[in-house]
């Protein structure tokens, strides 16, 4: 996530996770406000690396596919199953990217459009602990719904629940020439609780009150500082890119992407 100081589903099983995962003790997330997720409980996030660091978060939304902010790149690895970034865990796996596609209109000055693809040069194998989120379908959920959101801002996953604010209310915190239709706020105005360092691309996650399953509603893009008063998190909202994705998934024709320098995520947060 970078700090300014100014369902349709494509796979045949997504947004499933282990209905227990094992209750241990780890250090704490360095996310502000949040704690370790357990093992197997995001098994839809993936580590994007630059020659072997992390630099960003993605999200699996198909076997070859991430979805992630489009301000992250240059040449990258992607590693999904992974919970330790310190050591090779049993369920990781190490895919190579085959290309990048930022959206078109994404603007590195404003961060409107902050979304792109990855696409993977070999399908990951999928387990219970490697399966893709569902990408949104129906109606958007209501203002004040509980969401996860997950990242790589510590050595292991790390997660928080934080609740959708009214756009208006987004607007009036962060400033209406700033906040855009496809971005949305999350977090608390009493601050606390928010991504910081290394959690660019991740995931906010909402989870369907009938089916179960979870869906990716917005990607970690952007915010005023880390957990402070009355500066909630900006994420950009996957709804309003759910054609594009579709179309850039089933597309057979790969898009030349020349990727230049890359914008680096958040500002360390002290």
Known sequence: RFIVHTCF??????????????N????????VGGSPAPPGSWPWLVNLQLDGGLMC?????????????AHCFSSWTAVVGEFDITKTDPDEQLLKVNRIIP???????????DIALVELTSPVVLSSRVTPVCLP????????????????????????EVPLLPQSTCKSALGKELVTNTMLC?????????????????PLIYQDRISGRFQLYGITSWGDGCGEKGKPGVYTRVSAFSDWIQAEIQSEIPAKIEIETPIFGRKTCV
């Not at 099983?13 to 282990?18: D, F």
């Not at 241990?24 to 996310?31: A, C, E, K, L, Y």
């Not at 379908?137 to 790390?158: K, R």
């Open 9 to 22: 589903c494509l796979s045949a099983v997504c947004g499933q996770r282990l209905p227990t995962v094992e």
């Open 186 to 202: 999350a977090g608390y105005l009493s601050g606390g609780i928010d991504s910081c360092q290394g959690d660019s691309g991740g």
């Open 24 to 31: 241990i003790t780890q250090p704490r997330s360095r996310i």
């Open 137 to 160: 379908s129906g109606m958007e959920p209501p203002t004040g719904s509980p969401c996860l959101v997950a990242g790589w801002g510590s050595l292991y996953e790390g997660e928080w």
């Open 103 to 113: 959206h078109p209109k994404f603007n590195p000055k404003t961060f409107n459009n």
């Open 57 to 69: 978060g993605g999200v699996l939304v198909d076997s070859s596919w991430v979805l992630t902010a």
